[in-house]
């Protein structure tokens, strides 16, 4: 397959902000594609060689990249570099460069994808010494056959800033469409995509074998299961009647999430976000491979960190220090984590995920065997909202956050990549009245003035609007930041600059810069009001007005641990502004 086809629907779906246009350009794409190699050419898209959670990435500096440019095409790199900080974009400095080369190479090929694919491939793997020699000829040897328009693509491809802005589920919608028979067709694909988190692989299989043999697909080892998410509602009363009287009331445990994949001695820890973390948590997963009784597991945890001297529960943050890469002895040592086991998924060739929570509980029970480093999540099942109460206060006491409360109807599976009401958070601050903290999309920022010159003075922050797959912006927030922060955030938000308003960002506001939505930072509102420019619930409440935060205030978490998607949602932001009310009222 010429790569050509490949580089012209890029440039069709980059010139539209049309989800629905954007759709059709690549189910266009994904019916050229021959189908051994739908996988790669999904991948590609996202600007990827494989699926997240093996951490593989293309990766090659700018400055090397430049390199490639200049032997490519015969000019200086001094000449690429200064055009370069004209333009931001390497990719078009490179169309322009080639286009401009007078000596077309005698032996040029026309590129195709496999050649394409399997040097990025090869460029990934370098290692070692002579690896960054390496990558800069294998990208020159790209770039020798490439046409301009290739190039464009091929080096923001390799300077990870290919941004056609096409989400997951586009390429779901776009699969259905090509291979599935149809849009109705999405669901299942959705599911599969659930229980693997891998579009190459549900791609390939439902290009081969069609809708029947996604049906067939299952959990496996080793392939992280998208996180089922939780809702919130505010009052014990109001939990018990959505659950249908009765639940499970969990502590709602301060730390960081993490699915563990056990197969034999082999233990495979992933974060929320589906990134491996193994080796930030080499002590969990001695936890796992020792307690957990079962050949083959997934589990599902949250890892907390522990005061070594008293075995008491200690703030979120001190687990930031387990992000650093080395010292990780250390740090293991100076802050040891517990488990909570919350969830099983899978146990000896068993898929759990359709069977009901108090099956998957029972099973749980039995196969965690409980010590001091690791536990079942505390529960209670109860029907009483008095003891519902009871029970949050007691798990704020131990240090938790509040509680999460399940349903224990037939109906209640695991719900993976899914946010529903089958799980609902119950948090305390979110009763103290409008003081609840949100975790917000930095999506644009504005320029600072007088003593933030040169740094940003404010960031537009963005809610997820999970219906239509956007993010919608409720506040323009300015405070709470450190010298620090002013100082980090600018680097921090660098690689996510774009040139204008992502297609996925609805915003009324013309702010200074613009970026992916990738950023998480967790913010702290004193209430929420109709707004006239925020998009948030866009006429929910009343016809062209939204919602947006009142003084917000960063908390100084910034939830790296959080991607985009696991923002607080739109929904989440009309509940709370519908219960504020009812307070306000009553
Ligand atoms: P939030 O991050 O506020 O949306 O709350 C959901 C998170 O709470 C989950 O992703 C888990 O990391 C965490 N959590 C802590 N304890 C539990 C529990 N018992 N059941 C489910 N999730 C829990």
């Known amino acids: 397959m010429r790569y050509s086809l490949v580089a012209e629907a890029y440039e069709k779906i980059e010139n539209t902000t049309k989800r629905l246009e954007m759709t059709d350009y690549l189910v266009d794409l994904l019916k050229k594609t021959p189908k051994e190699l739908i996988d790669k050419v999904v991948y590609l898209t996202q600007g990827k060689l494989y699926p997240d959670f093996l951490g593989i990435e293309i990766g090659i500096a700018e400055r090397l990249a430049v390199k490639s440019v200049a032997l490519a095409t015969g000019y200086r790199e001094d000449e690429i570099q200064s055009d370069l900080e004209k333009t931001g974009d390497l990719g078009e400095t490179a169309e322009k460069f080639?286009?401009?080369?007078?000596?077309?190479?005698?032996?040029?090929?026309?590129?195709?994808?496999?050649?394409?694919?399997?040097?990025?491939?090869?460029?990934?793997?370098?290692?070692?010494?002579?690896?960054?020699?390496?990558?800069?000829?294998?990208?020159?040897?790209?770039?020798?056959?490439?046409?301009?328009?290739?190039?464009?693509y091929i080096l923001r491809t390799v300077t990870g800033k290919l941004r056609l802005g096409i989400a997951d589920m586009t390429v779901l919608d776009a699969l259905a469409i090509a291979y599935g028979g149809g849009k109705e067709a999405r669901e299942v694909l959705e599911r599969a995509y659930n229980i693997s988190s891998d579009l190459g692989k549900v791609a390939k299989i439902v290009a081969e074998q069609g809708i029947d043999g996604i049906k067939k697909f299952k959990v496996s080892v080793g392939e992280p299961i998208r996180p089922m998410l939780a809702e919130r509602l505010s009052s014990p009363n109001e939990i018990l009647e959505k659950l249908g009287g009765k639940c499970i009331a969990e502590y709602k445990y301060d730390g960081e999430r993490i699915q563990a994949h056990k197969r034999g001695d082999e233990v495979t820890l992933f974060s929320r976000r589906l990134e491996r973390i193994t080796d930030q948590y080499p002590d969990a997963a001695d936890i796992v491979r020792e307690n957990i009784l079962a050949k083959e597991a997934i589990i599902e945890a949250e890892?907390?960190?522990?005061?070594?001297?008293?075995?008491?529960?200690?703030?979120?943050?001190?687990?930031?220090?387990?992000?650093?890469?080395?010292?990780?002895?250390?740090?293991?040592?100076?802050?040891?984590?517990?488990?909570?086991?919350?969830?099983?998924?899978?146990?000896?060739?068993?898929?759990?995920?359709?069977?009901?929570?108090?099956?998957?509980?029972?099973?749980?029970?039995?196969?965690?065997?409980?010590?001091?480093?690791?536990?079942?999540?505390?529960?209670?099942?109860?029907?009483?909202?008095?003891?519902?109460?009871?029970?949050?206060?007691?798990?704020?006491?131990?240090?938790?956050?509040?509680?999460?409360?399940?349903?224990?109807?037939?109906?209640?599976?695991?719900?993976?990549?899914?946010?529903?009401?089958?799980?609902?958070?119950?948090?305390?601050?979110?009763?103290?009245?409008?003081?609840?903290?949100?975790?917000?999309?930095?999506?644009?920022?504005?320029?600072?003035?007088?003593?933030?010159?040169?740094?940003?003075?404010?960031?537009?922050?963005?809610?997820?609007?999970?219906?239509?797959?956007?993010?919608?912006?409720?506040?323009?927030?300015?405070?709470?930041?450190?010298?620090?922060?002013?100082?980090?955030?600018?680097?921090?938000?660098?690689?996510?600059?774009?040139?204008?308003?992502?297609?996925?960002?609805?915003?009324?506001?013309?702010?200074?810069?613009?970026?992916?939505?990738?950023?998480?930072?967790?913010?702290?509102?004193?209430?929420?009001?109709?707004?006239?420019?925020?998009?948030?619930?866009?006429?929910?409440?009343?016809?062209?007005?939204?919602?947006?935060?009142?003084?917000?205030?960063?908390?100084?978490?910034?939830?790296?641990?959080?991607?985009?998607?696991?923002?607080?949602?739109?929904?989440?932001?009309?509940?709370?502004?519908?219960?504020?009310?009812?307070?306000?009222?009553?």
Not at 450 to 455: L, Q, V
Not at 511 to 525: H, T, Y
Not at 551 to 568: C, I, M, N, Q, V
Request: charge should be positive; glycine fraction near 6%; aromatic fraction near 8%.
């Open 98 to 152: 080639l286009a401009k080369k007078t000596q077309i190479s005698l032996f040029r090929k026309p590129l195709t994808v496999e050649t394409v694919y399997k040097t990025l491939d090869k460029m990934a793997k370098a290692s070692g010494s002579g690896a960054v020699d390496l990558k800069i000829r294998l990208l020159t040897g790209l770039l020798m056959d490439a046409t301009p328009k290739e190039a464009k």
């Open 303 to 586: 890892c907390v960190a522990v005061d070594p001297d008293t075995g008491e529960m200690r703030p979120f943050q001190e687990l930031m220090h387990r992000r650093r890469k080395y010292d990780i002895k250390k740090s293991i040592e100076k802050y040891p984590v517990s488990l909570f086991v919350f969830d099983v998924l899978y146990v000896d060739g068993e898929d759990l995920t359709l069977k009901p929570y108090p099956h998957r509980h029972e099973v749980l029970r039995k196969i965690v065997k409980e010590d001091n480093r690791i536990s079942i999540a505390k529960y209670i099942i109860t029907d009483d909202p008095e003891e519902l109460e009871r029970f949050f206060e007691e798990a704020i006491e131990n240090g938790c956050e509040g509680l999460v409360c399940k349903s224990l109807n037939n109906d209640s599976v695991y719900q993976a990549g899914a946010r529903g009401w089958l799980w609902i958070k119950y948090k305390r601050d979110y009763k103290s009245e409008m003081s609840d903290t949100v975790d917000l999309v930095v999506v644009a920022a504005f320029h600072g003035r007088g003593k933030r010159a040169g740094t940003y003075g404010a960031l537009l922050l963005a809610a997820y609007n999970d219906e239509r797959d956007v993010f919608d912006t409720v506040c323009k927030c300015g405070s709470g930041f450190t010298d620090e922060d002013l100082q980090k955030i600018p680097k921090l938000m660098e690689p996510y600059i774009i040139p204008h308003r992502h297609p996925r960002v609805n915003a009324n506001i013309d702010a200074d810069v613009w970026f992916e939505p990738k950023v998480v930072i967790e913010v702290i509102g004193a209430e929420i009001t109709l707004s006239p420019i925020h998009t948030c619930a866009l006429g929910s409440i009343r016809k062209n007005s939204g919602l947006a935060i009142r003084f917000p205030r960063f908390t100084g978490r910034y939830r790296l641990d959080k991607s985009a998607e696991d923002a607080t949602t739109v929904k989440e932001i009309l509940q709370m502004y519908k219960s504020q009310l009812k307070r306000v009222q009553s």
